[in-house]
Structure formats: C-alpha cells, structure tokens
C-alpha cells in the first residue's frame, strides 16, 4: 500500500512528467487487484492519474492495455479522453478527462433503476463500435490463456468468490468452467469489467466508462454476466435482469453464456 506521502510525491511526479497545471489537491481511490494508485486531481480541468506498481505484473500490463485501449477509442461510446501517457518516477502511468457525474453503484436506490437503463444504452453503444480493425483482443483463447496464468501465479483472489463458489476447490471450479464452454462467441467491442462502479452516470447525457484495462474483443455476455451480477449486489430490488433484456432488446438470456462468463471474472 502506497502512503499518503509517497502518493503525493508520485501525483507530483506525473503533474511534472505531464506538464499539467499544479493542482490544489487530489482525492485517493484504492480499489481492484491491480496495486495501481488512483487519483482525482482537482483544478480547472480535473483528471484522473492511473499510477502502476512496476512490481506487479498485473498492474504494469492492465496500465498498458487501458492505455491502448483509450487511444483506440478516442473518446467513443462514452469513455474518457486520454490526455497523458508515460513513466512517472519509473512508474507506468496516465492521466485522464475526470467524467461528470457519479459512479451507479453509488446512486440513490431510487435512482438505481434509471442509472441501470443508462449502462444498458452504454453497452449496446460499445458493442455497437466496428470492430473488424480493432487490435485489441480479449477473445476466450486469450481470456482463458490469461487467467490459467494468474491461477498458476497465486493471482487469483479465492477470497472474493461469489456466495455460490465460496469454499469450491479452484481446480473443480476451473474444470468445471472449462466444461460449460460455449462453442461460438458473438463477437463486438466489450467493456470486459461491466460492473456498476465502472459506469459514470451524470443528470443528463448517456453513461460514462471507466476502468478499461479489460476493454476488447470479447463475446458480448462478457458485459452481460458482470452488469447482471453487479446489479443484483448493489440494487437487489432492481430487476437488473429485466432492464437488460428490455433496453437491449433481448428476447431471451443465455443462462449458461451468463453463468460462464461470471464464473469466468473469479479469475480476474
């Protein structure tokens, strides 16, 4: 864990490195696996500073991916401008347009069902992105390569499982997961971590995303599991469910393709 201190030197050392306005502050935010250090920075134009751990190989390559990531999307479907990428006291780092608004997981329960709807509009924005240029791969073969990897490497946080993988052997998790392995993937441009936090909801316009290290070519119930699970833990009086099927215009749901790709993210 970085320190209070030692995050101040690193936010300076990227305001240097970057060249932007020196602010009168910076808010922390502590969240995900990756051991990155994120900040608001205050100012006339806010950002958000992504700092990695060179030490940790999930944060040095998942910095790397969101950074290609934004540049590829440049501002599309409701992602944030990339403003700045580069070392930062030997650290990989960027900087980032501060979205307005206010993460879905943190609205008012009675604002839960329209920030939902805003997600659901979000996805089928992204996923409706051309993809047949698009360098950025996040299709089963490398999912699955990745996550092998980060089982193998003591990587995967058991203690994080769903209620009903609790306690699981990992292995017979694993096995499992690979059994129910869908023989064709429909294809478009995913979020890859669709859960609430990562959705910026404002009074008025669509969704913003955030968190992108996971962004690529994916099967599109990817984004479905992660948005259903997230919404059902957040707002279980919401039909997370139902709003998908209806603002997606679904006329049914893969239960198995839903339950493959959740059982998936516990090795993420």
């Known amino acids: 864990m970085t320190s209070e201190d030692e995050a101040a030197a690193l936010v300076a050392a990227l305001r240097a490195a970057a060249g932007w306005p020196r602010p009168s502050g910076f808010e922390r935010f502590d969240h995900g696996m990756s051991g990155d250090l994120t900040v608001r920075i205050d100012g006339a134009s806010p950002a958000f500073a992504k700092i990695g751990d060179p030490a940790r ?126 023989a064709a993937e429909d294809l478009v441009f995913t979020h890859g971590d669709a859960s609430l936090p990562n959705f910026i909801i404002a009074d008025a316009g669509p969704a913003g995303l955030v968190d992108l290290g996971l962004a690529g070519v994916a099967d599109r119930y990817q984004d479905f599991a992660l948005l259903v699970r997230s919404g059902a833990h957040n707002f279980p009086d919401v039909d997370a469910r139902a709003l998908l099927m209806e603002h997606y215009s679904l006329d049914a749901i893969d239960e198995q393709k839903l339950s493959f790709y959740r059982t998936l993210d516990e090795f993420y």
């Open 57 to 182: 190989r999930i944060s040095r390559e998942m910095l790397a991916r969101e950074i290609a990531v934004l540049r590829w999307l440049g501002g599309r479907a409701g992602a944030p401008r990339l403003l700045w990428a580069g070392p930062a006291e030997g650290r990989p780092a960027m900087l980032v347009e501060a979205l307005p608004g206010t993460a879905l997981h943190d609205l008012a329960p009675e604002r839960a069902e329209a920030g939902l709807i805003a997600a659901v509009e979000a996805l089928r924005a992204l996923h409706a992105l051309p993809i047949d240029d698009c360098p950025l791969d996040q299709r089963l073969a490398v999912k699955l390569s990745e996550a092998w990897r980060r089982l193998e490497a003591g990587e995967v946080a058991r203690s994080e499982f769903d209620p009903d993988h609790t306690g699981r052997p990992v292995e017979d998790l694993w096995q499992a997961m690979l059994d129910a392995k869908p």
